[in-house]
């Protein structure tokens, strides 16, 4: 995104949070080919034939976007920091219900090894791994917001660095950390030499 696109998106949000309705029809078109890109990403490791559709998920994301008009949005980070934990929501939701009609059958794997950088696709289902980010919220918060921006919001390194008020290599740090214990956690708490390694 330009940065004269970037002003664009913070002038706007600023309207919106101040009673301007129209202010985010005009936001929509500066951002949804990056979230389409998004959500596409998500929608490629699902497996065949996934009912929920990449615009279904930026048209639900919006949709719940609308009814928070007290959010205080200043920037284009913070929008999509909101729309990662947004579009989480819904994605576990899907699964949970797909869950559900199956009478316990597991959900479609998602590879971590992206989020992780790691030399070997890890498969986890969606729903074991919004457990367990939960999970490590409760004593690390920031390091599970940090893999929510990464994994869920596509956001970069510097970029969760500006919206966490931190460094970049604290951001590193706290993935890796978080890769770590989520990887153990994933496995059922079986140690993996592979997930104790140097991301990147």
Do not use: C
């Amino acid at each position: 995104m330009s940065l004269r696109n970037q002003k664009e998106v913070t002038e706007l949000l600023s309207a919106w949070s101040g009673g301007d309705p129209e202010a985010l029809e005009r936001l929509i078109p500066l951002v949804i080919g990056d979230l389409r890109a998004l959500a596409r990403a998500y929608m490629a490791r699902e497996s065949p034939g996934h009912t929920l559709q990449p615009t279904a998920l930026v048209n639900e994301a919006f949709l719940r976007l609308v009814e928070r008009r007290e959010l205080n949005l200043e920037n284009r980070i913070q929008l999509f920091a909101v729309l990662a934990q947004t579009m989480r929501r819904i994605l576990v939701d899907h699964a949970r219900r797909k869950k559900a009609a199956r009478h316990g059958g597991g959900t479609p794997p998602r590879p971590l090894e992206e989020v992780f950088e790691l030399p070997v696709a890890v498969d986890v289902d969606l729903v074991a791994l919004d457990d367990a980010l939960r999970d490590l919220a409760t004593f690390a918060p920031r390091q599970s917001e940090v893999v929510t921006l990464s994994y869920f919001g596509g956001l970069s390194f510097d970029e969760i660095a500006l919206k966490l008020d931190v460094s970049p290599t604290t951001v590193k740090r706290d993935l890796k950390a978080a890769k770590v214990w989520l990887l153990h956690e994933l496995r059922g708490g079986e140690s993996d030499p592979a997930a104790t390694g140097t991301a990147g």
